[in-house]
């Protein structure tokens, strides 16, 4: 009694327009349906109803935007057609633990469209011969049962889902703006050719500086044997005329 009068509260309180998510598990449903929860809920995408003995759909509402609905662990063994009238868009619904029996019970969700994981662990159903086989043929529109998929590969978490939407949008976003890299490499070329062109200039400078440097070496060469070959003559000449003094002073004498 007390935690219907919590959960009834709990609905109360919030406002039904703007809940996207509600969970009831391990409430008491009376007479098949949960006191509170109406059509009033137009937002709504995940409802879990796990462990509230239910024994019928009947008196579920009209969720049109809902997505996932957990039913596990209740007492529902037939009425699934009311779903497809009520909450005509699910992807997810897990039944695991009820008491369905026969694929007769399973057929009313063909008109399920967008059903893509169906859960039916515990159910007596999964006792039949080749129950996955039938539920997969019966059932085309699904890629998940019980977790896993025709070729036995585990179903992503929904939060896996969600981070790989994510993801997808990240790179419509970068396929947008263009190819990452693209400039940055653009950028390195540029920056290569720049450096390349410095190098080759200050090697140019280089070879140019040292080619100057041994002209200027050749020239110091022959300005150092023209000054040593003019400082030999001068002194030949000063030979000469010491020479030609004495001379002359001889002659001088002779007059």
Do not use: H, W
């Not at 939060?159 to 190819?179: K, L, M, R, T």
């Amino acid at each position: 009694m007390e935690m219907k009068k919590r959960i009834n509260l709990e609905l109360r309180n919030r406002a039904p327009e703007k809940v996207t998510e509600l969970v009831l598990d391990n409430c008491r449903s009376s007479n098949g349906e949960i006191e509170g929860l109406n059509d009033s809920f137009k937002e709504l995408e995940f409802l879990s109803m796990a462990n509230v003995e239910l024994t019928s759909l009947a008196k579920l509402p009209t969720l049109s935007k809902l997505r996932k609905l957990e039913l596990s662990d209740n007492i529902i063994s037939g009425g699934l057609e009311v779903l497809a009238e009520r909450c005509p868009n699910l992807t997810y619904l897990n039944l695991s633990g009820n008491k369905i029996k026969d694929l007769g019970t399973v057929e009313a969700l063909q008109n399920l469209k967008n059903l893509k994981s169906l859960d039916l662990f515990n159910c007596e159903i999964t006792n039949l011969e080749d129950y996955r086989d039938s539920i997969f043929e019966l059932l085309q529109q699904i890629t998940y049962l019980d977790g896993f998929d025709q070729e036995d590969n585990e179903a992503p978490d929904s939060e896996d889902d969600d981070e790989e939407g994510d993801e997808d949008d990240d790179d419509e976003d970068e396929n947008e703006a263009g190819p990452p890299g693209e400039y940055e490499e653009e950028d390195d070329e540029d920056d290569g050719g720049s450096d390349l062109g410095e190098g080759e200039e200050e090697e140019e400078v280089g070879l140019s500086y040292l080619m100057k440097e041994e002209i200027q070496d050749e020239d110091d060469d022959d300005d150092y044997v023209e000054e040593g070959g003019d400082e030999e003559e001068e002194e030949g000449v000063r030979g000469e005329k010491r020479k030609r003094d004495p001379e002359d002073e001889g002659e001088e004498e002779d007059d």
